[in-house]
T-cell receptor
Framework: RKEVEQDPGPFNVPEGATVAFNCTYS??????FFWYRQDCRKEPKLLMS???SGNEDGRFTAQLNRASQYISLLIRDSKLSDSATYLC??????????FGAGTRLFVKA | DAGVTQSPTHLIKTRGQHVTLRCSPI?????VSWYQQVLGQGPQFIFQ???????GRGNFPDRFSARQFPNYSSELNVNALLLGDSALYLC????????????FGQGTRLTVV
């Protein structure tokens, strides 16, 4: 079993749609959680951190369920500019950062 | 302020050769991590260094090594290159705390022929 698993994708959605990405992790000692965004042939950039209480940043909502070892990202009112690969990231032991394989999102007009 | 800088940006090497990739973290950041990203996959963790000490190592062969210098810059070395080492090599810097954002450089695209 992979340490971090994501929906395989790709997701193809029209502008304005709501899309949800899911991620599971295997190490219950995981300490911090993030969603990164990676555009084609670019470096990953932090989209948002994920907290147990859930957090929202504009159209983006992230949730963490430690009991189920599950992380989610919800994007509302999708824009063309949201087209990218979304990477689920889990950090434990203070140094080991594990990325999921990423889920590609295509938003079309 | 300069972000994370990596050099070179592109590199072509022959099987069996050795390569050294370089990374300068954001000023004030003491931790540098290295990742390998193969096309279509997420970044794979190779090493993390903090205050010049290795703090973590991923599942990579001993052909991969790294070090961090007193100014917190870092080098990744790969010996006896294989075709399968062709990838984007990313460097990320953080302040060192477990829950802080990692800032990535633009990467070095290595092609082994």
């Amino acid at each position: 079993r992979k340490e971090v698993e994501q929906d395989p994708g790709p997701f193809n959605v029209p502008e304005g749609a709501t899309v949800a990405f899911n991620c599971t992790y295997s190490n219950s000692a995981s300490q911090s959680f993030f969603w990164y965004r990676q555009d084609c042939r670019k470096e990953p950039k932090l989209l948002m951190s994920v907290y147990s209480s859930g957090n929202e940043d504009g159209r983006f909502t992230a949730q963490l369920n430690r009991a189920s070892q599950y992380i989610s990202l919800l994007i509302r009112d999708s824009k063309l500019s949201d087209s990218a690969t979304y990477l689920c990231v889990v950090n434990w032991a203070g140094f080991k950062t594990i990325f999921g394989a990423g889920t590609r999102l295509f938003v079309k007009a | 302020d300069a972000g994370v800088t990596q050099s070179p940006t592109h590199l072509i090497k022959t099987r069996g050769q050795h390569v050294t990739l370089r990374c300068s973290p954001i000023s004030g950041h003491k931790s540098v991590s290295w990742y390998q990203q193969v096309l279509g996959q997420g970044p794979q963790f190779i090493f993390q260094y903090y205050e010049k000490e290795e703090r973590g190592r991923g599942n990579f062969p001993d052909r991969f090594s790294a070090r961090q210098f007193p100014n917190y810059s870092s080098e990744l070395n790969v010996n006896a290159l294989l075709l399968g080492d062709s990838a984007l090599y990313l460097c990320a810097s953080t302040s060192g705390s477990v829950d802080t954002e990692a800032f990535f450089g633009q990467g070095t695209r290595l092609t082994v022929v």
